[in-house]
């Protein structure tokens, strides 16, 4: 067999996780950063995400392109709202006090999970993709979609920087970001800021999932990989930095890709986690973080 | 030593709790008779971890993998060379404190957070090695424990009341030890480091050894948790060294508060109850264990005995070491 269609697949594949998981883990990125707590239920709102995304898109059910364009801005909405919910009425209250937020989160984790098991059922559930047509490569065809959400990460992800670094709001949470009290001091609304925060890390998680959920089913226990992959993400790409969140969302995302087409599943991953572990013994920071003074 | 044990009101706390443990066996009923040896057993796996997390403020996201050790340490030596309880046991502890030695070397050159993903790595590649001797492991399936290798010094640890003893006697060693290292100059020096590692290192003190050391203790803990679940309960399994079985002890721990030497025993007997009770009546326990966490949490946001113990003051700090 060839090197090069096998490659060209393993890529691709691993590009379509990068840009994924990039999303997912920009939005823990911004929570873990800004408000410097663990959301252990990070993964719950992707998986919500996907699980809306699937309610609106068979609700509407004329198009699949209507249903996922309304899918795309619903249900980002509403996990967004549900998230600025459970901020206000509990993490506010435990002054986000990083362990009890643990305790707080792994509960929010199990009532949506359980929520949703009971109300969508155990079964996974796929979504139309939008459009159904293959793009030809030069070996194979290839689904257009699967590029199109590349594409789509991309520009969601310009998006972010374009607003954090460019907008008022951005320069807002990037001063709590670096010292909160001195903020407070400059008469930011710190409070808002973190609630802010916390709901939009949740709407970048759903609007993740949204875009997976064509290729990838609704399930209500599909929040487990993202979550671990997004925290290992945000850590390996240095605390604070989302350069470095999607530069490491991008290797490991690529890695896992071309590992597993490559290699034997089990050892290949022992040695990536390994090596992972390893990155973070040699520098750790992160690879983009600041070296804590 | 008659420092740490003198008469008072934390001592004889602590001594209380344990009778009541014991005496406990006689007054249960089967179905609870079994539940409490396991809430024992478990607690010790919790009191390790408190001893890492509560009092040297080392978060660690990997010590299924120090449970694991433990368990599989025990189990195949009973499985592929027949070797009984005692002998058993004793390698569990060794593979499990060989490997907190090991990892936590390397793991300890982080700190935080990053210390928190390195540890959750090493704990992966050590449950997924499990996978990668499947043939011998089992799996996810797992083996059940050879019955005739489940004995100790003739006694069978199948019989409930030599089960419950002995899981007493583990539980009984662990408390005394965690009690021992709290009132300590060491467990001092633990909660010095926890507190602020710089001042630590500038009184003299090498903080790296130290949390190797706290590591260590832990990892023991956690393998004699293990090996005993082994032998105890018969069975041997990939699911105990997954992921969820680094979070659990941290939630029991955090439940009932870190940093309290009797913490990991309430938050460990509340969270199994609390699975126990209401899974007895709903099929959706799990929103209610979500919504009981939330609430607790925000009336004690330090973990029970952790909020306790800050209300009465120093009353609190002399009962609750």
């Known amino acids: 067999m060839d090197f090069g269609p096998y490659f060209l697949l393993a890529s691709l594949e691993g590009a379509v996780g990068a840009a994924v998981l990039a999303v997912t883990a920009l939005g823990l990125s911004l929570v873990f950063g800004v408000m410097r707590i663990v959301n252990v239920a990070h993964g719950e709102f992707f998986m919500l995400g996907a699980v809306i995304a699937w309610w609106v898109a068979s609700l509407i059910g004329i198009h699949p392109a209507i249903g996922f364009l309304a899918a795309l801005i619903v249900s980002p909405l509403i996990v967004g709202a549900l998230a600025a919910v459970a901020e206000r009425t509990v993490l506010t209250r435990l002054n986000y006090d990083p362990e009890a937020t643990i305790v707080a989160t792994i509960g929010m984790l199990y009532v949506i999970q359980q929520a949703v098991l009971m109300t969508y059922g155990p079964d996974a559930r796929p979504v139309q993709p939008p459009f159904d047509f293959r793009i030809q490569l030069p070996w194979f065809g290839y689904s257009a979609y699967k590029l199109f959400v590349i594409a789509a990460a991309c520009l969601l992800l310009l998006g972010v920087w374009w607003g954090l670094t460019r907008t008022r709001i951005g320069l807002m949470m990037r001063a709590t970001q670096f010292d909160r009290e001195t903020a407070r001091a400059f008469a930011i609304p710190v409070d808002k800021v973190y609630g802010g925060v916390f ?87 992160g690879l983009f973080g600041e070296r804590p003074a | 030593m008659r420092e740490i044990f003198r008469p008072d009101g934390g001592t004889a706390l602590h001594l209380g709790v344990l009778i009541v443990l014991f005496a406990l066996q006689f007054a249960l009923s089967d179905y609870h008779h079994i539940n409490i040896a396991r809430i024992m057993v478990l607690a010790c796996f919790a009191m390790g971890y408190n001893i890492a997390f509560g009092y040297t403020g080392l978060l660690s996201l990997g010590h299924a993998m120090f449970f694991g050790a433990g368990l599989y340490g025990a189990g195949l030596a009973a499985q592929f060379a027949a070797v009984s309880g005692p002998g058993a046991f004793v390698i569990g502890l060794a593979a499990a404190v060989a490997l907190t030695v090991l990892a936590g070397a390397v793991a300890l050159r982080t700190a935080g957070v990053s210390f928190m993903i390195v540890t959750l790595m090493f704990a992966q590649a050590a449950y997924l090695t499990i996978y990668y001797f499947g043939e011998f492991t ?184």
């Open chain 1, 199 to 285: 709901a939009f890390g949740a709407m970048l998680a759903a609007l993740g999932a949204v875009l997976v959920v064509p290729v990838q089913q609704a399930h209500y226990l599909m929040g487990h990989d993202p979550l671990l992959l997004s925290f290992i993400v945000v850590i390996i790409g240095g605390l604070g930095s989302l350069r470095g969140t999607v530069l490491a969302a991008v290797i490991i995302g690529m890695s896992d890709g071309v590992i597993s087409v490559f290699f034997s599943p089990t050892l290949a991953k022992i040695i990536a986690t390994l090596v992972v572990a390893f990155v973070l013994v040699w520098r750790p920071q």
């Open chain 2, 138 to 321: 089992r799996g996810d399936e797992g083996f059940v424990y050879p019955d005739a290798m489940r004995t100790l010094f003739g006694l069978e640890l199948i019989e409930p009341t030599v089960r419950y003893t002995v899981a007493f006697g583990l539980f009984a060693i662990c408390l005394i030890a965690s009690f021992a290292v709290a009132r300590s100059g060491l467990g001092r020096i633990f909660v010095a480091v926890r507190e602020n590692e710089d001042r630590a290192r500038m009184l003299g003190y090498d903080v790296y050894r130290m949390k190797l050391l706290a590591l260590t203790i832990s990892g023991a803990m956690a393998g004699a948790a293990g090996a005993a679940y082994g032998l105890l309960f018969g069975y041997v399994g990939a699911s105990f060294a997954n992921i969820e079985y680094s979070i659990y002890p941290l939630l029991w721990v955090l439940m009932g508060g870190a940093g309290v030497v009797l913490g990991p025993l309430l938050g460990t007997l509340a969270m199994f109850y609390l699975v126990d009770v209401t899974s007895g009546f709903t099929t959706a326990y799990l929103l209610v264990v979500g919504a009981a966490l939330i609430a607790l949490i925000l009336f004690f946001p330090k973990g029970v005995l952790g909020t306790v113990r800050e209300k009465l003051g120093a009353r609190g700090a002399r009962w609750l070491p």
